[in-house]
């Protein structure tokens, strides 16, 4: 699959050695990562990943990507789907940064870009959350065009919903 290319990013899915790279906190090849990167986020995000592609759930697995500054090259975060999509075509997405680029937008860039990816693909819905406390990633999903579809104590649920799927081309 070909990077997903936004105006200042590039949203690389990880390989399987790739993921692997990042579990081990060590870049594969000629990968350039910001201070900080890979966050406990984006380790757990490969983790699962990877043991998707172990239990032969890979092929259905849409990604884990790393979010790459165009100017340098250099994995400023990560974002991606916790798994294949369920039965109704839904997903749940994860996304994060490293503190160094927060507060420059890269997040929701990233995100839209992934949504965008996700229609494409086949999926119908995609799920995200985020803790009353973080106004920073409930933003996020906001910015990028997911609406808030409910909250408990604790969490705000928010989706991206297509229901119309003509144009949908099924996975790449």
């Known amino acids: 699959m070909d990077d997903l290319v936004t105006e200042r990013l590039l949203i690389h899915r990880l390989s399987i050695g790739e993921a692997g790279g990042v579990t081990a906190r060590q870049p594969v090849g000629d990968a350039r990562w910001a201070p900080g990167y890979p966050t406990e986020g984006d380790v757990s995000a490969a983790k699962l990943f990877l043991r998707c592609c172990a239990e032969g759930d890979g092929a259905r697995h849409p ?30 997405i994860g996304y994060g940064l490293v503190p160094s680029a927060r507060g420059r937008g890269y997040a929701s860039e990233a995100l839209r870009a ?18 009353h406390d973080n ?38």
């Open 63 to 92: 990604g884990v990507f790393e979010i790459r500054r165009r100017e340098d090259g250099c994995a400023i975060g990560g974002i991606g789907f916790h798994g294949p999509a369920d039965e109704d075509g839904a997903v749940t």
């Open 114 to 131: 992934l949504l965008a990816f996700a229609r494409d693909t086949g999926i119908t819905r995609v799920k995200g959350d985020a803790d």
């Open 135 to 172: 106004s920073p990633s409930q933003h996020v999903m906001a910015a990028a065009g997911m609406r808030l579809a409910g909250e408990d104590e604790q969490v705000r649920y928010y989706e991206m919903v297509w229901t119309d799927t003509s144009a949908v081309t099924g996975p790449a």
